[in-house]
């Protein structure tokens, strides 16, 4: 156990000021190490209903006044971006990666919290003349469910928590119990920002967020995590008839085109497969190449596979740290292993690194085809297949099989030709010789088919945690 313990211990599940006795703890793993480093509080049901109690009270005035809701938000963001130095290495032990990434995704939060304080929540006035008046306006819903991911446990948190907040909803979160410790860290220090009660996290393992999600007091839940759990999350809401926004898996294509500058295009696009370890819902997990151009992108991506530094991510100059827990680990290698089995081959990398931890080799695969699950399912790993394809039509066929439709991308020399094919693929978003390249604070975030219900960010995540109403009455003239 490291020193640090009592921190995450006196942050657990604030409300009201106050910490909330626990009766039990669980321990959180290192992915570097694969050992527990640290205890998180595990909540009782009884405890959740004292945090759903305090959130539903602070509502009644949270709600309210929406100027104090901006200013709010533009303090906290103040204060992450005032305590970045020490929140940073809390998300890199429990999360496993570099340093500077987590240092980043701090940022990323302080910049969704400004954003969000900026945004006008809008009212429409439909009507008002001599005969009458008609306006239509949001109003907040109440309390929000808030259960977050492991792969990015602060940056996908704030994506719920700033338009909740904005809204003049509260909020209880829930983190992923891989990486509770940044979220508890974040509550601490974000103490005395909002009202007792506004932001409030609780941590433990399952069914702590089964509970959540069918708890009474809540009206909407907003959960990021994998397509199987997320058909949980929507089973369990519907009882209490919750909204619900899902964020959900991705086996994200990317279709490259035989006009390519394969030495421009390689480094960004293996950023783009491998970034955060391949552990993003948007990262490229399949590329279909021109036939033409498949051998050469094959050999330009391995070269860079072969070339950056795998680590722990406190080390300088790591760039992509371990894989975050055991259970993804063996997927990952599964996933390889398979491919290997079945007649693909490894131009870099091929299975774990042997040391402690969950470290893999960055690997990139060479003749395999669809019908491969490495090919076929979410690898969300440090592993990438490279895909030959001749025909145009039959590529965009390709890259629509199955049930996800997040994110995909089309790179050509030719960015007016590559707009062209863009609106066939099904998914949310679409880049253009990049990918992933509209996630920002002001555009919307979401899947078609099995990738998700709804969507995060810009107006549309803000209004995603309002509820319509209509106020109608006599003329004001």
């Known amino acids: 156990m490291t020193s640090t313990d009592s921190l995450f211990l006196s942050a657990a599940a604030t409300s009201n000021g106050r910490d909330l006795p626990t009766t039990g ?36 005035s949270w709600r309210f006044d929406d100027e104090f809701r901006r200013d709010s938000l533009r303090r906290a963001a103040d204060v992450i971006e005032s305590r970045i130095g020490e929140l940073a290495p809390i998300l890199t032990m429990e999360q496993g990666k570099p340093l500077t990434d987590a240092a980043m995704e701090f940022g990323v939060a302080a910049m969704w919290l400004r954003y969000y304080a900026d945004l006008d929540i809008p009212r429409e006035i439909i009507r008002d003349d001599a005969e009458g008046f008609e306006e239509v306006t949001r109003r907040p819903m109440g309390v929000v469910s808030a259960i977050t991911p492991w792969n990015f446990p602060i940056a996908l948190a704030m994506w719920k928590i700033a338009p909740a907040l904005r809204a003049g909803n509260t909020i209880v979160v829930k983190p992923s119990p891989y990486t509770p410790l940044a979220t508890l860290a974040l509550a601490n220090v974000l103490r005395g920002t909002f009202p007792d009660g506004v932001l409030n996290v609780v941590t433990g393992p399952d069914p702590l967020g089964a509970t959540m999600v069918s708890h009474p007091v809540p009206r909407k839940v907003s959960f990021t995590g994998s397509t199987s759990v997320g058909r949980k999350v929507a089973l369990g809401a519907a009882d209490g008839l919750k909204r619900i926004t899902l964020e959900l898996g991705g086996n994200d294509p990317a279709v490259i085109l035989g006009d390519v500058d394969v030495e421009k295009i390689a480094p960004s696009l293996f950023q783009s497969a491998f970034n955060n370890n391949g552990q993003i819902c948007l990262a490229v997990k399949r590329v279909y190449a021109h036939e033409s151009i498949q051998p050469q992108l094959v050999e330009a991506l391995s070269e860079i596979a072969k070339s950056v530094k795998v680590d722990e991510g406190t080390v300088d100059g790591t760039v992509l740290g371990p894989i975050n827990n055991k259970p993804q680990f063996d997927l990952v290698k599964s996933l390889v292993a398979d491919a290997l089995n079945n007649g693909a081959r490894a131009a ?119 509820e319509l109403q209509v106020i109608t009455g006599p003329s004001r003239h």
């Open 25 to 60: 703890s669980f321990g959180v793993i290192n992915p570097a190490t694969g050992e527990v480093f640290a205890q998180a509080p595990s909540v009782t049901p009884d405890q959740l209903d004292g945090v759903f109690a305090a959130a539903l009270t602070a509502y009644e």
């Open 348 to 466: 870099a990398g091929g299975g774990p690194i042997d040391r402690k931890g969950y470290f893999h080799q960055p690997t990139i695969l060479d003749q395999v085809d669809d019908g491969m699950r490495i090919v076929d399912e979410e690898q969300f790993g440090p592993a990438l297949p490279i895909v030959s394809f001749r025909d145009e039509a039959d590529v965009i066929v390709r890259a629509n099989r199955g049930e996800y439709g997040l994110t995909a991308s089309v790179w050509s020399g030719d960015a007016e030709h590559a707009a062209r094919l863009a609106p066939q693929i099904d998914a949310g978003q679409v880049s253009i010789n990049g990918h992933g390249s509209g996630v920002l604070p002001h555009l919307p975030f979401g899947g078609h088919k099995s990738s998700g219900i709804g969507v995060e960010n810009g107006p549309w995540g803000l209004h995603s945690f309002t």
